[in-house]
């Protein structure tokens, strides 16, 4: 338990844990967005680069959650046109990591993610924003910035947000296509977050542990939360979310 207990670097570090637990499980299942608010509060609870070896356990198992329940609503033509690029994305990341201190992460997730933004804000002005997407450089770009937040600190969903949002899919073919890719990426990540930067261990897996209870009301949540919002409000609500959650990591 000392050796648990000294991964908290807040006295409230329980608390915190089952928030971005019930916060995941939340974004996973719909409300897109969430697991961006979870990122700094797990980040204080452990240190912005050891917080990725303890959530990341928790995005698998949400994942599976959420592929569970949307298994046929993926847009797999989507997902292989991002995913070589975010696979290059990591090791993009695991470079950098050698020349960034730990302590400079989250300036590194935010200067990311503040670029997606302003991608964002541009597609939303330009004629026909469901053609440049298609474009195979467009998306490939997408899937390399992916892997590369994704692998700093599990911080792609903006990303990959504002690449669903982009190709208007329908937001059951949204939330889907996002979970499948995810259930991927996140998967192919745990041999990197294991043996290669050492931050997911038997302490990091307890706490996981105890927050699978906390992970199952918020995917309930979400599920509830996407049947009940219209289609249109529901992308407003999602665009909305991912400017929110990402400006919250700048801060």
């Known amino acids: 338990m000392a050796e648990l207990s000294s991964l908290f670097q807040t006295e409230y570090g329980w608390m915190i844990v089952f928030i971005a637990a019930t916060l995941i499980g939340m ?3 719909g409300i897109q967005g969430m697991t961006t608010l979870a990122i700094p509060f797990t980040a204080l609870a452990f240190g912005a680069k050891e917080s990725t070896g ?11 959650i959420a592929v569970s329940y949307y298994r046929r609503q993926a847009e797999w033509r989507c997902i292989l046109k991002v995913l070589p690029m975010a696979i290059i994305g990591f090791f993009i990341a695991i470079g950098v990591d050698k020349l960034i201190p730990s302590s400079q992460f989250k300036y590194l997730m935010a200067f990311s993610i503040l670029t997606v933004i302003g991608v964002m804000i541009w597609q939303k002005y330009r004629k026909n924003s469901t053609m440049w997407v298609r474009n195979p450089f467009v998306s490939g770009a997408f899937g390399l ?6 692998m700093i600190g599990n911080a792609a969903g903006p990303v990959m947000a504002v690449y669903l949002l982009s190709l208007q899919l329908p937001k059951y073919s949204f939330v889907g296509t996002n979970a499948w890719f995810f259930l991927v990426i996140n998967l192919l990540k745990m041999p990197l977050q294991i043996w290669v930067w050492h931050n997911i261990t038997s302490s990091t897996l307890l706490i996981d542990a105890c927050c699978i209870p906390f992970m199952l009301v918020g995917a309930l949540i979400g599920i509830w939360f996407v049947k009940k919002l219209p289609e249109k409000k529901y992308r407003m609500f999602i665009t909305i979310v991912t400017i929110l959650s990402t400006l919250l990591l700048l801060l």
């Open 145 to 150: 910035l992916g892997g590369f937040t994704t």
């Open 54 to 64: 303890v959530i990341l356990p928790l995005l698998c198992f949400s994942d599976i």
């Open 27 to 29: 974004s996973k299942t």
